[in-house]
């Protein structure tokens, strides 16, 4: 990624880079919309979808510190890292049909592109000879 932007740079086009931290994703996934990612978008379903869902539904969560417990809650989202992956999967085909490139690493996203400066393109440089 850094090469690429230092390239395009070193060719004068302007470069940008938009760095996304996604770390909040793991408490946010939406577990009714991941089901139907699953499905949507890779296929799942039947037995598979169904374990899935009997996986995401009625998940509580509690604190426990010695002999002290916090209340029951009921998870409505949230998800481990690998289920991250799957529901932001999507992003790639969007960001590359804005002729953006992609760059993922764990809950962080990096999406990165450049564009031709217009006065270094070649037709241009030629309108302002004349």
């Avoid at 998940?59 to 991250?84: E, N």
């Amino acid at each position: 990624m850094l090469s690429d932007i230092l390239a395009a740079v070193d060719r004068g086009d302007f470069a940008a880079l938009v760095v996304l931290d996604l770390s909040a994703a793991l408490v946010t996934v939406d577990h009714d919309i991941l089901l139907q990612r699953l499905q949507t978008s890779f296929g799942i379903d039947g037995t598979a979808l169904k374990w899935f869902q009997s996986y995401l539904t009625s998940r509580t969560h509690y604190v426990r510190r010695g002999t002290a417990r916090s209340t029951i809650v009921q998870l409505i989202c949230g998800v481990g890292p690998i289920l991250v992956i799957v529901y932001t999967a999507d992003l790639v085909s969007l960001i590359q049909q804005h002729c953006l490139s992609p760059h993922f690493y764990a809950d962080d996203t990096q999406i990165y592109g450049a564009v031709v400066h217009l006065m270094s393109a070649p037709c241009c440089r030629r309108l302002l000879d004349v």
